[in-house]
T-cell receptor, first 111, second 113 residues
């Protein structure tokens, strides 16, 4: 699976959009981009995933660049409960459950 | 939230004793996984199952065994616990193998003294 690079930490004001970047310059054609988050001491939570088109669900939006070498997770209206570690993972569908969780980005949402 | 229950939530044991952690799901998902999470290492896959009685090793399987006799239960056993197995253990499930939309349990904090 391709390696990802994320900033170690980011801050965001409550009510504003949180834009979390991820670089994955070695991504291959059949690999998806997944985002998970982990709130302190809880299990990771799936957020969203995509291949090459932008995706949106009730939690977030995922913007993938045309060359697929980077992506951005957008939380449109961040709340204090969105404070968590956010993991960007690139994974091809050939290895069951073998997601590689890196160090992620610690997002802190401030009042 | 996905119906995943891990038990026990916390356990303290002594080196050399056997330990079994249980993961129970009510989603009827085919795939189940055991991860461990340690500072500096992120989450690492221990074992996974792709059906009843069908299991395979993950990245850090040494010292662990698993069993799955029913769709809903996936057991992780430490035959002889060591201090290096002190960790937080997470169970996860998914409906489709390869489509990595995993749902995780709340975790088990295991301390081996």
């Amino acid at each position: 699976d391709a390696k990802t690079t994320q900033p170690p930490s980011m801050d965001c004001a409550e009510g504003r959009a949180a834009n979390l970047p991820c670089n994955h310059s070695t991504i291959s054609g059949n690999e998806y981009v997944y985002w998970y988050r982990q709130i302190h001491s809880q299990g990771p939570q799936y957020i969203i995933h995509g291949l090459k088109n932008n995706e949106t669900n009730e939690m977030a939006s995922l913007i993938i660049t045309e060359d697929r070498k980077s992506s951005t997770l957008i939380l449109p209206h961040a709340t204090l409960r969105d404070t968590a570690v956010y993991y960007c993972i690139v994974h091809g569908g050939t290895s069951y459950g073998k997601l590689t969780f890196g160090q992620g980005t610690i997002l802190t949402v401030h009042p | 939230d996905a119906g995943i229950t891990q038990s026990p939530r916390h356990k303290v044991t002594e080196t050399g004793t056997p330990v079994t952690l249980r993961c129970h799901q009510t989603e009827n998902h085919r795939y189940m996984y055991w991860y461990r999470q340690d500072p500096g290492h992120g989450l690492r896959l221990i074992h996974y199952s792709y059906g009843v009685k069908d299991t395979d090793k993950g990245e850090v399987s040494d010292g662990y065994s698993v069993s799955r006799s029913k769709t809903e239960d996936f057991l992780l056993t430490l035959e002889s616990a060591t201090s290096s197995q002190t960790s937080v253990y997470f169970c996860a499930i998914s409906e489709l193998g390869g489509n990595e939309k995993l749902f995780f349990g709340s975790g088990t904090q295991l301390s081996v003294l």
